[in-house]
Nanobody
C-alpha cells in the first residue's frame, strides 16, 4: 500500500519561510511523478508545483520565484521550499504521487498558516 506522509507545516509570519517534506513508502517513488497541491478554506484543491515525467519543475503562477520543489530519491522524499510567504499561501498542503500505472495518491496534508 502506498503511503505519503507530509510534515513541516507551521504558523509563520508574512515574509517568512518554511520547508515541507513528503516521504513516500514502498517502491513507487522513483517511477512516480510527484507534486504539491494546496487547499485553502472554502476553495478547491489547486496545483502548486510538480515535476514532469522528464524531471522538469513547473509552478503555479502565484508561487513562481518564491517556491521550489525538489526531490531526494535516496530518501524517497520530495520537498517544497517556500519563501516570501504571504497570507494567501495559507492552506493545507498535500503531497501527490502519480505512479507509472496512472494511480494517484495523496498524503494526509500539513497545515501552513501565514499570519502576523
Amino acid at each position: 500500500q502506498v503511503q505519503l506522509v507530509e510534515s513541516g507545516g507551521d504558523l509563520v509570519q508574512p515574509g517568512g519561510s518554511l520547508r515541507l517534506s513528503c516521504t513516500a513508502s514502498g517502491s513507487i517513488f522513483d517511477s512516480s511523478i510527484m507534486a504539491w497541491y494546496r487547499q485553502a478554506p472554502g476553495q478547491g484543491r489547486e496545483l502548486v508545483a510538480r515535476f514532469t515525467s522528464g524531471g522538469t519543475a513547473h509552478y503555479a503562477d502565484s508561487v513562481k520565484g518564491r517556491f521550489t520543489i525538489s526531490r531526494d530519491n535516496a530518501k524517497n522524499t520530495v520537498y517544497l521550499q517556500m519563501n516570501s510567504l504571504k497570507a494567501e499561501d495559507t492552506a493545507v498542503y498535500y503531497c501527490n504521487a502519480v505512479t507509472y500505472l496512472g494511480s494517484s495518491y495523496y498524503g494526509q496534508g500539513t497545515q501552513v498558516t501565514v499570519s502576523s
